[in-house]
């Protein structure tokens, strides 16, 4: 599809929240003095602003962009990404938020060290950080491209070059002190972005009362121009003609043909015109009906839907848990019991959310449903708004949901950078203020250069991968580490290394190859695609068994720091680690 009509309004959007986020950021980093503000903020954020602050960061352009993408493309089975992403605090709040903070760690590693004496333990757990963050930061850059190529025509590296710049200058200035306060704002920016245009579609499409589920697939109500933008498998229902310009199943077009029943490969920049209420193709896999799309049982594509469902649950469940640039915002709460009350709020905040990307994903099947061709339906926000509403409503929508989709780049990315970044400076370099700035500098590069060259997947599904990696790793370390005396140290690093690898492998193979060009689309691409229900349970497995049969930590030991993390702060029996600091 062509830019938006209103590349003045969306300018102008765009900049007054990069704007915002600078000056916001730039006040932050006036209250970072120490080691401590940089890392966890002094331990000073109250549950209210921390669970704004936690809600910012978490929702990403998976959720801003690629959930509304994803129903509009799968349809009820799509359902389970926002759940599952807000049921994760759940199990953050019950199990892990109170504990993780009365240890007084400073990062994960620090934590695997504190609960098991571990030194090599605490490498391993930094290197897992580094790889989820990594993995997660990805898919954060390659939204931005692909955002400002959509609303002004720009290269897809150009929006994640501006947004990795900004990230940068943000962490690097003020650490986690300054994004705190940013990270606040921008989950309020980014609710009043999504939520308004959802609620002033919600509104038209009730006074036009338009059905759902027919047994036919959409089609476009007027003449339409679609433009592809990457390689894309495509399904056709029906003998239809269209005009085409561009690279058709391996052979230059340019004119009308006629597309068969079956599957077709469209190449990056063909050209497609549909005219007034023509069917719309779908990208294979994706229900190709109303009826279908509405229905339950369908997957993600592939001939193994209830594995990927499953699959899905369990990582997004667990993957919470896991999650280095969550895990670290709890360590900035002043108790345990702050701690709690931090997950409690995120849950309502987070929930509320989702709500409305749901509402712009059903809209988005009905009203601009040639995204479907495109294999481009993460765009799905930003355009909606315009291609319902005429004149200047549906521009100024469309302005207020590209400044929230910049929003959701800014704010997660920040927070992952702050995780690399602080797990660097403690454990590779000598933790001071220096070493925080200069390592969220050099995390910030690779990732960026991985965005722009790497293959171009689904938002949400490119997270969940990097949430696979998070529930096969560092979730099973803490849940076994807070509540089973019987880890030990070999048993954590043989987990964290068996389920880092498979879902690590899979993650690698997913982002950088694409798993349906290699594989297919049978039982490897759907292991690849989705490995937590594999290596979920192999991780806890593997700690478990290991543990069993190797040696732990002297048991007096092991009560004095269980005692730490569940004695009720008013006892006194806490304190925060300090070793590893420095100033300076």
Not at 75 to 101: C, E, I, Q
Not at 223 to 239: E, K
Not at 484 to 491: S, V, Y
Request: glycine share 12%; net charge neutral; hydrophobic share 50%.
């Amino acid at each position: 599809m062509d830019p938006v009509d209103s590349p003045a309004l969306t300018v102008c959007a765009l900049l007054l929240a990069a704007i915002a986020t600078v000056a916001i950021g730039a006040y932050g980093v006036r209250m970072a003095r120490t080691t401590s503000d940089f890392l966890v903020a002094s331990r000073s954020v109250g549950p209210r602003w921390n669970a704004a602050a936690i809600s910012g960061e978490y929702l990403s352009a998976a959720s801003f962009l690629g959930v509304a993408g994803l129903i509009a493309k799968y349809g009820a089975d799509a359902l389970w990404y926002p759940v599952g992403f807000t049921a994760g605090y759940l199990g953050l709040l019950l199990f892990v938020a109170a504990p993780l903070r009365r240890s007084g760690a400073y990062t994960v590693p620090d934590f695997a060290e504190f609960r098991l004496g571990s030194v090599r333990l605490r490498r391993l757990a930094a290197v897992v950080v580094v790889l989820i963050c990594g993995v997660y930061l990805i898919p954060q850059f390659q939204g931005a491209g692909l955002t400002l190529r959509i609303l002004l025509g720009v290269p897809s590296w150009v929006g994640a070059l501006a947004v990795g710049a900004i990230v940068v200058a943000n962490v690097a200035g003020g650490g986690m002190r300054s994004i705190t306060l940013v990270q606040a704002f921008q989950y309020w920016l980014k609710l009043t972005a999504v939520a308004l245009p959802a609620l002033v579609l919600l509104g038209h499409f009730l006074a036009e009362d338009r059905p759902l589920g027919l047994p036919a697939p959409p089609v476009v109500t007027e003449r339409t121009t679609v433009d592809i933008s990457t390689d894309v498998l495509v399904n056709v229902s029906a003998p239809q003609s269209v005009s085409l310009t561009g690279t058709l199943d391996d052979r230059p077009v340019d004119g009308r043909v006629e597309l068969g029943p079956g599957t077709h490969e469209l190449a990056t920049g063909t050209r497609l015109v549909l005219d007034a209420g023509a069917a719309v193709p779908v990208v294979a896999g994706a229900p190709a009906d109303g009826s279908s799309w509405l229905t339950p049982g369908g997957g993600f594509g592939g001939r193994h839907p209830t594995y990927q469902v499953y699959s899905l649950i369990l990582a997004t469940f667990l993957g919470t848990m896991g999650l280095p640039h969550v895990l670290v915002r709890f360590y900035t709460n002043p108790d345990g019991r702050a701690a709690r009350a931090t997950a409690l709020a995120v849950i309502a905040l987070v929930g509320v959310f989702y709500l409305f990307p749901i509402l712009l994903g059903v809209f988005a099947r009905l009203y601009v449903p040639e995204l479907l061709i495109t294999g481009t339906s993460d765009a799905a926000v930003v355009l909606l708004p315009g291609a319902v509403l005429s004149g200047l409503p549906g521009q100024l929508l469309a302005a207020l949901a590209a400044a929230g989709a910049i929003a959701a780049f800014l704010s997660t990315s920040s927070g992952l950078l702050v995780s690399i970044a602080g797990v660097l400076s403690t454990d590779v370099l000598r933790g001071r203020i220096r070493d925080f700035r200069l390592a969220a500098l050099v995390a910030g590069l690779l990732p960026l250069a991985l965005s722009i060259a790497v293959t171009s997947l689904d938002l949400s599904r490119t997270v969940a991968l990097a949430f696979s990696v998070a529930a096969s790793t560092l979730c099973p370390l803490l849940v076994l580490g807070i509540w089973w005396r019987g880890l030990t140290a070999a048993g954590a690093a043989c987990g964290l290394i068996a389920g880092g690898l498979v879902s690590g492998t899979a993650t690698a193979i997913s982002v950088t190859a694409g798993v349906s060009d290699e594989v297919g689309d049978g039982w490897p691409a759907a292991l690849l695609g989705y490995p937590a229900a594999i290596s979920v349970p192999l991780a806890f497995a593997t700690m478990v068994g290991v543990s069993l049969v190797t040696r732990g930590q002297d048991e007096r030991a092991t009560g004095r720091v269980f005692v730490r993390m569940h004695a009720p702060e008013r006892l006194g029996m806490g304190a925060d680690r300090e070793g590893g600091l420095r100033a300076g």
